[in-house]
């Protein structure tokens, strides 16, 4: 069933793509998972309108749920000695946060799309090519992919010039940076409106060309997979590894703690990908351990085991 609940709808086609983008108000996030409901968490939080999708319904009332709960830490924060415009704040950042289970109508009123679903090439295509059919000309795509090549994924769509990536990190209302990708044909008008969209959510972005892991992943990922090796090899205990890296290198979380947190089954699309693309890199050789776990349904911290054991959300 399609349910798309009170949603102001902005009618806006532009005859193509141009230097005439206007300021986008309107979002629809697609995927409520982990980085999905961030990204509807900060967009709402900075005055836009969203709609945040998932074909699941059960996803999208945890998400509802934990966005007004992370709303609740930052108005703590925010208004500190008045809490009952903290108040206000939540529950008017809350009230501009629509969801839905159809993509399709979803995007029909969207001034940017924010892909947030699963890192599988194939069904990232299956959604671009459906969603380009019915969002309206000046709406531009962008994905959060972590690993994926935006010009491979956008070579589904015909809007080319209007679609590019868009990489924030977890947890997307901490973490403060945005990378914004240009594929080889997004234009200088796109370019420009996803970095003003992003200095509008309260981001610091940063330009990268599509590259694989664009700059934080192709550094990070390789970094937890030597981890992972090193702990698969018996060389240190998890705890030890993770307890290194934080008083030794100054990290906020040990790399074991990290590939926990991001989702293992992402760290091993993020590999599987690169290592089919590249495999004479030995960096990117797959590791029987991340297999193991992840076969047996050992995710990390979604799933309340991976490397450690989590209560389960
Ligand atoms: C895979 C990819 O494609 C890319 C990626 O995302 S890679 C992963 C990138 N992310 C990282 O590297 C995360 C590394 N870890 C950290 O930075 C920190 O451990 C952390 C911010 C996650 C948690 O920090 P912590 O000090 O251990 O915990 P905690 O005290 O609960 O939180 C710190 C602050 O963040 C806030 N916070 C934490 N999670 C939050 C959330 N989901 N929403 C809102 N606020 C949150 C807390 O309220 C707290 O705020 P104050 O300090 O102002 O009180
Ligand atoms: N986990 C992380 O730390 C980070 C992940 N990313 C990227 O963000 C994307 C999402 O990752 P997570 O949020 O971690 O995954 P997740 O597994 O938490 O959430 C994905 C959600 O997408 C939904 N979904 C799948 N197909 C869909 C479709 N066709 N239409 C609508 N919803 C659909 C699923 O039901 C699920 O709820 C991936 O591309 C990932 O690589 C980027 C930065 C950090």
Redesign the pocket.
């Known amino acids: 069933m399609t349910k798309l609940v009170q949603f102001g709808v902005i009618a806006r086609n532009f005859s193509s793509s141009s230097a005439m983008q206007a300021a986008i108000k309107n979002v629809t996030v697609i995927g409520g998972g982990l980085m999905g409901s ?1 990204i509807a968490q900060v967009s709402a939080q900075a005055g836009q309108n969203v709609i945040l999708v998932d074909l699941s319904p059960e996803v999208l009332a945890k998400s509802q749920k934990s966005i007004g709960a ?1 709303l609740g ?2 108005a703590k ?1 925010m208004y500190k000695d008045k809490p009952q415009d903290g108040e206000k704040f939540v529950s008017e950042s809350m009230a501009r946060i629509k969801t839905s289970t159809d993509p399709a109508e979803a995007a029909k009123s969207a001034d940017l799309v924010v892909e947030a679903i699963v890192e599988n090439m194939s069904v990232k295509h299956k959604l671009f090519s459906q969603l380009d059919g019915v969002a309206p000309n000046h709406t531009i795509f962008a994905s959060n992919t ?1 690993s994926l090549s935006i010009n491979e994924i956008c070579s589904v769509v015909k809007r080319k010039d209007r679609f590019g990536g868009l ?1 924030f ?3 997307v ?3 403060r940076l945005l990378e914004v990708v240009r594929g080889a044909e997004t234009s200088d008008a796109t370019y420009k409106s996803m970095m003003e969209w992003g200095k509008a959510v309260g981001k610091t972005c940063i330009t990268c060309k599509d590259t694989p892991g664009f700059v ?2 192709r550094l ?1 990922v390789p970094y937890i997979c030597e981890a992972i090796r090193l702990y698969e090899r018996g060389d240190a205990s998890a705890r030890d590894i993770d307890t290194a890296m934080k008083l030794g290198a100054g990290y ?2 040990g790399p074991l703690e ?1 590939a926990d ?2 989702g293992l089954d ?1 760290n091993k699309f993020i590999l599987d990908g690169w290592h089919k693309k590249y495999p004479n890199q030995p960096l990117f050789n797959p590791i029987p351990l991340l297999d193991k776990l992840v076969a047996e349904g050992k995710l990390g911290v979604k799933a309340g085991e991976g490397f450690y054991k989590y209560d389960k959300k």
Do not use: A, E, I
């Open positions: 961030g992370n830490r930052v924060k972590s990489h990190f977890n947890p209302p901490v973490m934080v992943n990070l906020p979380m990290l947190y991001v992402t």
